[in-house]
């Protein structure tokens, strides 16, 4: 391998970990806020919890001072039944006494209502108690980690920053210059060719160019930009696209628990590749940017089988891709798809559109057959 290239081999690792470092060291703080801020919900709950049981008190306080004036009343009324002078006062005395204790039955249940109504009360704010403590140890456990994280984060950087200075200065003027200037729109400015192609985008080389690299040469790839390298060690014999032997394209299967899609759009993101996972009852979605397999989002989880939780997702542009990588792996991939995988899907892509081209030829060759001989159909 020629010294510049292996240089720039190590700056792109180093520009890659650089980036990813500092997008998990961005991330911690967003995580602690998620759960800060989770944490003040259930705050406000228990706030609420109490400040119910005090108005239940007070109101309490307020019919057992109603029942106490009432109580008055009656006494008064009893006192003044003894003067009364003719049976109309006495009987108008006995309606007040009558509708006086009628009042007080009133405020004695109200009471009791409150009473039975203050057990739910109390649990309401021992629930809520419970969790804030939960939720309070959590954090506190997720801060150190996210402190220790981060720490070691920055030490990794520090490291990474510094690989990346000694390979800098290592490589040669002009070609950091057109390296630094493709990293910076395509996010690598490197990429192996392989089987004539050049793995950063795809696209078939010419043959001449592709034995030049062969050769020791550096040269760009004409459609991406990208600095070309050649390893001896992946070189693959290329077969007669017309070989009868040749290995057709494996077709996906409908019914895979898991299954890969290629978009040419996806809003502002453009070309992607998303990945559905059927998960028990649910299922999960993963999306990628095509050319760099950086995570776009976050992990979309929804009920029901992925064909049927994410319609929006599946227009008929899409491209259906071979790939399956198991939960625990694809957890691995944190939020960059590994370079193997992402290969490995755009081997496919590349290959189903062959595949794709051949039968549209197939298909305009049937009908031209047809249109030659319009007396045979
Ligand atoms: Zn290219």
Redesign the pocket.
Known sequence: MLPDIQNLMELQQADREILRLKDEIAALPKRVAAIEEKLAGTKAVLEKAKADVKADEASRRKFETAITDLQGKISKYRDQSLDVKTNEQYKALLHEIQFAEQEIRGNEDKILELMINAENREKSVKAAEKELKEETAEIEKEKAEARQRTAEDEKQLAEWNAKRDTARAAVDADLLRHYDRVAKFRRTGL?EARAQK?M????MLRPQTYNEIRGGNILM??????I?YFDPAHEVVAEPADAPHRRRRPRPKADAPQAWFYRAEYGEHGEVLLGFDNLGDNSSRRVYDFNTGRQIGDILIREGKYPLAFPEDLTPETIRLNGSWDEAELESWGTEMPMIALDSLHADLQAARTDAGKSHAAKHEAEAVTSEHPAAS
């Open positions: 990429a050049c950063g985008c795809q696209v790839c004409e459609s991406c930009q990208r070309l």
